[in-house]
């Protein structure tokens, strides 16, 4: 499964954001996909898991949101009302799992970056 994500950006605190991440290759409408963050010297953190249930981190409960479209196997993040602690590398991956276990991630994108300035 190969992952591929895009969105981030450099925005103003308040403002919105949306992550792609589309997922190709053998079975790819199989899995679990989630969304992790790390930010510089930081732990990689999970942030949200989709399909068909979904799972936020409370941290970012009330303005994240994830969604799925099955039909193309692509995953978003809505993330709203950003706040410079949001700042990080974003990463999709991928899991036969429900979980927000990171190590239970077989597959991972190459990351997007989110610069939200104060």
């Known amino acids: 499964v190969q992952l591929q994500a895009s969105g981030g950006g450099l925005v103003q605190a308040g403002d919105s954001l949306r992550l792609s991440c589309a997922a190709s290759g053998r079975a790819a409408g199989t899995y679990h996909m989630a969304w992790f963050r790390q930010a510089p010297g930081k732990e990689r953190e999970f942030v949200a898991v989709?399909?068909?249930?979904?799972y936020i981190a409370h941290s970012v409960k009330g303005r994240f949101t994830i969604s799925t479209d099955n039909a193309k196997n692509v995953v978003f993040l809505q993330m709203n009302n950003l706040k410079p602690e949001d700042s990080a590398v974003y990463y999709c991956?991928?899991?036969?799992?429900?979980?927000?276990?990171?190590?239970?991630?077989?597959?991972w994108g190459q990351g997007t970056l989110v610069t939200v300035s104060s």
């Open positions: 989709g399909g068909p249930s979904t």
């Open positions: 991956a991928a899991s036969l799992k429900f979980t927000t276990t990171r190590g239970e991630y077989d597959y």
